[in-house]
């Protein structure tokens, strides 16, 4: 007889009557427990829906008067130049939203609408960059104009794209506070709309719950009867929600209880198998404790299998089918263990494994017992040979170096008496070594020597070798990381700085590599809420031809923090346009150079070329050009007197794309010149290929080539830059030799410290001024030298 048919015929007929009866008497208690409890429920849900919905009303308020006691939306509304208006301080206002909000992902809109209804400035948070404002929301201000109120709060679920609170308020255009009623006529109505994600999503909870839609009302319905499932709560005032439950609902639970004391009556029948233990013990019991016994034992890992007891009933049936599993799932368990832990391609340890292990060494240290050091190792040109010669070679070359590390390292640590290596593959061309080795012990230098001695001369692997080196970073444990993911970054911070010092060598993570990223991080963070007319400035740096005339100026951006002090274009720029903040800098260096235009014009004449600088990302789309076209136009300036310098390493990987924005802007009537020229991998091939109007030479070829020696190849080069239509100017000039020289190439235009250094728009003043006095005073000389030949490549310097 089976185990079932025991369990029937002995205990289950002696129970059930028994039970039976007792779940009909807790069948009519708990029915009318349970409706109470439910409608009591029911109101408690919608109280929480309620205090969702005003919470996100209030928010709406408190936002609005956060945006009305900041000046963006003051300066927005009293700005008359509407270019100005529309694109800088719309995006301070934007900024200032952003900055509100408390989930970046949020939907939430601002507007501003003048007494005549028309919007005097919108913006939502969506993906939508044409969002307008909701015809709900017009109709609702065009409500709002014809009423007396002053402030209001409506929930819009209808004629919009999504359910929204909007609070909406008169501001006076004069003191930006709450109209006057007496002023209404003549008041801006801001609106605030936000989307109560959590009370939709309360109300959809409610709906999928109860089978039945939440009603809005303006007034309060009757009061249910006692019998019915219903609610009302005020949201605000004239909106109430009511929630009014079906029958079905009601009839669901109760059916829910019938089958759970259905469920419990034979349930609680099986448990009374108690009662009657002494009668089972020698068929169920005694073998089933055992069973349990093996397999305790074999999960607390005291054994490694389960014994067969044998039997032909149940339970020994039941112990071999046990056996059985355990053994299959140990094998698999083995089997997926060292998958998951073995890198597929080198068979080393992969990164998941290397945590796990490194973790333990790392808590070891930590506690005071024992160093580490981790050698993070990158293959310096992998991918070039990946691309060349094919990713089976490349797959080969870490399969070999995988096991010319290991034999590396370890014979190193074994004549230290030094535990085992630890070597896994993070990801792709990088490698770690964890070290167990107490720094000055001379271990984690030879390691770094052993890696690198295997790039000797290139890496072989069958018989071909291959022009790859080896760049790594040690970070030391728990002197500078007390975690695995420290230790990790810290020391892929110092291999960076190794490939950054030439690659080929190890570099040891030192503070100054922390400090440097705390540098960075700092600098981000003040590029993202500074105010550029508050901490930037333009400095000029004259132009001057081969007579000694300036015929323009180059705008150089100067930055003075008040938290960093003074920070170098070099170093923030490259960071700025790493973080995708340098738009709102070249808006500012673009509409500030040319505002100042006018004076420089002044100071040399209508001839005067401005000379702006601009990020190389800006030329991905075509809104700095429209910036350019539009500044230039309100400052009143012809755009061939604006010179838009691009670096020549940016135009080395000019796209076809990029190439047509540029295009674009000389069609406009701009200047295209490429500054820096020879600072990168310049080939004739690209400088033929160059749409440029002018070329600056760098300071750094003109400190090789202004040589006796080199004078032919810079006559050659400027020639070749004439014959493409290319004016030539030589920057880092601060001798007269070097001027010389230039001149003697055929050089058009010089720039550097020996004519003058960047100043401030009034020292270029009084430098034009000075200028201008000792022309006048040397002009009787000059006079007197016009009987005698000019020595030929002379730059008159006043």
Known sequence: MTLGKRAIFLIFPIVLAGYVLAACLVYVVESRALLSLERARIFQQLDHAEALFRADANQSRSFLYSLLEGNAVRLF????????????????????????????????????????????????????????????????????????????????????????IVYSEFIDPTTFSRALPSNKDRALLVQVAVQPDQFLAMLQSLKSEYGTEPLFTAVAPKVATPGELAATVALIPELHLTLRVPEAYASKALWQLTLVLGIGTVGMSLISIGLMITLIRRFITDPIAALDQQVTAVMDERSDGIVDAGGDGEIGRLTGNIKKLHDRSSSALRRVQEASWTDALTGMQNRSRFNVLAGRIVQEAVAGRGSAALLFIDIDHFKFVNDKHGHEVGDELLRVFATRVHDAVAPIMQQRALPEPML?????????????????????????????????????????????????????????????????????????????????????????????????????????????????????????????????????????????????????????????????????????????????????????????????????????????????????????????????????????????????????????????????????????????????????????????????????????????????????????????????????????????????????GIWALQRLGETTAAQPDEQAATTGPRQQGTLRLL
């Not at 900024?95 to 949020?106: K, Q």
């Not at 913006?123 to 065009?142: C, G, K, V």
């Not at 409500?143 to 999504?162: A, D, I, M, P, Q």
């Not at 920057?731 to 401030?760: H, M, N, W």
Request: charged content about 25%.
């Open 77 to 164: 509304m009293s700005e008359p130049d509407a270019s100005y208006r529309n694109n800088a301080l719309s995006l301070r206002i934007q900024e200032s939203i952003r900055t509100l909000s408390d989930d970046m992902r949020a939907y939430i809109s601002f507007s501003i609408l003048q007494p005549d209804l028309s919007i005097g400035y919108y913006f939502e948070n969506s993906d939508d960059p044409f969002a307008d404002i909701s015809p709900a929301q017009m109709t609702l201000a065009r409500t709002l104009f014809k009423g007396e109120s002053l402030r209001n709060w409506t929930f819009l679920n209808e004629g919009t794209s999504r359910p929204l």
């Open 424 to 764: 896994a593959r993070l990801s792709g061309d990088e490698f770690a070594v964890l070290i167990q080795a107490e720094p000055g012990t001379g271990a984690i230098r030879a390691a770094c020597d052993a890696i690198l001695a295997l790039f000797t001369n290139g890496f072989e692997v069958q018989g071909k070798i291959y022009p790859v080196t080896a760049s790594i970073g040690v970070a030391l444990c728990p002197r500078d990381a007390q975690s695995v993911a420290a230790l990790i970054s810290n020391a892929d911070a110092a291999m960076y700085q190794a490939k950054t010092s030439g690659k080929n060598q190890s570099s040891r993570f030192s503070r100054n590599l922390q400090d440097k990223r705390d540098r960075v991080r700092q600098i981000q963070e003040e590029l993202r809420v500074l105010d550029p007319d508050e901490q930037f400035h333009l400095v000029y740096m004259p132009i001057v031809d081969q007579a000694g005339t300036v015929t323009g100026c180059e705008a150089l951006l100067r930055w003075t923090s008040p938290t960093l002090g003074r920070v170098t274009p070099d170093e923030f720029v490259p960071i700025a346009e790493s973080s995708g903040q340098f738009t709102k800098i070249d808006w500012w260096v673009v509409s500030r150079a040319m505002s100042d235009y006018g004076k420089i014009r002044a100071m040399f004449g209508p001839q005067a070329v401005l000379a702006i600088n601009i990020s190389s990302a800006e030329l991905h789309s075509r809104s700095i050009g429209d910036h350019f076209t539009r500044e230039a136009a309100r400052h009143g300036i012809a755009p061939d007197r604006i010179e838009i310098e691009l670096t020549e390493t940016y135009a080395v990987k000019l796209g076809d794309q990029l190439h047509r924005n540029i295009e674009a802007l000389r069609g406009r009537g701009f200047r295209i010149s490429i500054d820096d020229f020879g600072a990168g991998y310049t080939s004739v091939q690209q400088i033929i290929e160059y749409t440029a109007d002018t070329i600056k030479l760098d300071r750094a070829i003109v400190e090789t080539m202004a040589t006796p020696d080199l004078s032919p190849a810079l006559t050659a080069l400027i020639a070749l830059c004439h014959a493409r239509g290319m004016v030539v100017i030589g920057e880092g000039v601060d001798s007269e030799q070097k001027v010389d020289f230039l001149t003697r190439a055929g050089c058009d235009f010089f720039q550097g410290y020996l004519i003058s250094r960047p100043l401030a728009l009034d020292e270029l």
